[in-house]
């Protein structure tokens, strides 16, 4: 048994260098096929948009980046945009494409069986490029709706040699520095095959890529029951994870907030990734959240999301790693978990809150930012104009 405050120094010192990642798209208004409820102060930009994830870094202190939807927070000047980022505390992170709310991309965007929208698609994704070149980015995270809702409507196989030789077109343009994330996700709104369903198919494509094209695993984007803490430790063995879309599900690709729904899976995927060494800053895994707020306020949703991200991973860094690795070697299995479960029932909201203060923050994000009078201040000042929204 390592001395705790031993323990605890180091599981602060990990904690210290984690950053998440917020989407922007949080921040906008968004809803289900049913209905959009707007909330009042919604950004009507993408410059307002990073002034509210400014705030989560700011109550926080280990968000400091925010993911684009390119064309949601498409803009003049990137290189502006940029800045406006960094005059608020945070930057510019990944670059998302949007191949999904076109006409054209019925059928489909690079595996459609139109060259011509192919080709527009094509573009649309080397354009994303520039923008990371702009804003100097590192990450372009790629995810398809492509696919087809009967079978015969299309060639399976053709559609994954269309998709093959777009992603190699895009692979070919970016700089040295700069990464392909694909993202996978099991149906819809593909119905009958999604052309990049899950982590093999991703995996697969990477591998024909180069060692720069790397997966990005969505936690919403599994069929119920799916062993998703297997599929990072495979991934990270393999030296292609690339990072995550956090968020939560009790149904089906539900976007609700990480840690929500299931606070114990999300534990043990931190579990994989600190055992597997991807907590470390240079291992380069993205920690993003991919969510939406319908029915609670954003601001304090990301808040808590990223406060659910630090718990699990306190709980990760907190398991007992020698007498794990004991317990297992001696078959001891109820031992073993129960290493694993010590760990998960400890509380680490007084750590966490002790490692804010350290950082000259409050203890509780949450009161902090109630306190701040920030939320007031945006439905008062954002009037007129039009909230952001998806497609806006
Ligand atoms: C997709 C996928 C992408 C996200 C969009 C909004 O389902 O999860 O990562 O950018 O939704
Ligand atoms: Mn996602």
Redo the contacts with the bound molecule.
Sequence with gaps: MTDPSTVKASVKAALRQQRIEL?S?AFGNSGTRFKVFTQPGVPRSAYEKLQDAAQVHAHTGVAPSVAL?IPWDAVDDYADLAKHAADHGVQVGTI?ANVFQDDDYKLGSIANPDPRVRRKALEHLLACVDVMDATGSRDL?L?FADGTNYPGQDSIRARQERLAQALAEVYERLGPGQRLLL?Y?LFEPAFYATDVPDWGTAHAHCLALGERALV?V?T??HAPGTNIEMIVALLLRAGRLGGF?FNSRFYA?DDLMVGAADPFQLFRIMHEVVAGGGLAPEAGIAFML?QCHNVEPKIPAQIRSVMNVQEATAKALLVDTTALEAAQRAGEVLGANAVLMDAYSTDVRPLLGELRTELGLEPDPMAAYARSGYAERIVAERVGGTQAG?GA
């Design positions: 989407p798209w939807h998302n995270k995810w993202e996700k990005v969505d919403g984007h879309d690709d991919d998806w």
